[in-house]
T-cell receptor
Framework: GAVVSQHPSRVICKSGTSVKIECRSLDFQATTMFWYRQFPKQSLMLMAT?????????EQGVEKDKFLINHASLTLSTLTVTSAHPEDSSFYIC??????????????FGDGTRLSIL | DQQVKQNSPSLSVQEGRISILNCDYT??????FLWYKKYPAEGPTFLIS?????DKNEDGRFTVFLNKSAKHLSLHIVPSQPGDSAVYFCAASEGQGGSEKLVFGKGMKLTVNP
């Protein structure tokens, strides 16, 4: 089945550090990937849609200069949290869909990245 | 404003019995619905989906029912097994494919007791 790999699984760093999270589709191509954030006891909230070869589409209230997204290939999207602060501490998770398969195809998720900013 | 609601935060059932997880939505433009299961420290795993042109979809022990007029869907698991214990998320999208953004409910923790 479709597999999405996300790395790293956990990051602990000091305030002001920039953190890069990678999301890879391992056995399929994905022209579109999605980045979500989940706070404790809350639902997954879409942050942005990552489009291969073009700019990401950000949801309302998400700072594009804060959360840099790069989708340079059909199997890799990266999210960089720039100058991270404690309020950016959260669970970040990506998803991707197999664009080449016909019919309704669900999004498949990575295992997420737990980001803790001290 | 939460467009997808899972009003019960938890459910506990006995092994072998039926588990019924409910989900309500407010956006009438949603036409594709999914259920995901999530274990701690892992990402959500796709379980089953349903298009708005159907009212039922079945896959093994899992059946999803959709009532468009009530804007309500439910996931039935029968028979329930201890390995089904996890957090279940209901999600919805506008558009018949997974390329459209998903709106998630808050999740419901299912515990299946041996």
């Amino acid at each position: 089945g479709a597999v999405v790999s996300q790395h790293p699984s956990r990051v602990i760093c000091k305030s002001g550090t920039s953190v890069k999270i990678e999301c890879r589709s391992l056995d399929f191509q994905a022209t579109t990937m999605f980045w979500y954030r989940q706070f404790p006891k809350q639902s997954l909230m879409l942050m942005a849609t990552s489009n291969e070869g073009s700019k990401a589409t950000y949801e309302q209230g998400v700072e594009k200069d804060k959360f840099l997204i790069n989708h340079a290939s059909l199997t890799l999207s990266t999210l960089t949290v720039t100058s991270a602060h404690p309020e950016d501490s959260s669970f970040y998770i990506c998803s991707a869909r197999d664009n080449l398969r016909s019919g309704n195809q669900p999004q498949h998720f990575g295992d997420g990245t737990r980001l803790s900013i001290l | 404003d939460q467009q997808v609601k899972q009003n019960s935060p938890s459910l506990s059932v006995q092994e072998g019995r039926i588990s019924i997880l409910n989900c309500d939505y407010t956006n009438s433009m949603f036409d594709y619905f999914l259920w995901y299961k999530k274990y701690p420290a892992e990402g959500p795993t796709f379980l089953i989906s349903i298009s708005s042109i159907k009212d039922k979809n079945e896959d093994g022990r899992f059946t999803v029912f959709l009532n468009k007029s009530a804007k309500h869907l439910s996931l039935h698991i029968v028979p329930s097994q201890p390995g089904d214990s996890a957090v279940y998320f209901c999600a919805a999208s506008e558009g018949q494919g997974g390329s459209e953004k998903l709106v998630f409910g808050k999740g419901m923790k299912l515990t299946v007791n041996p």
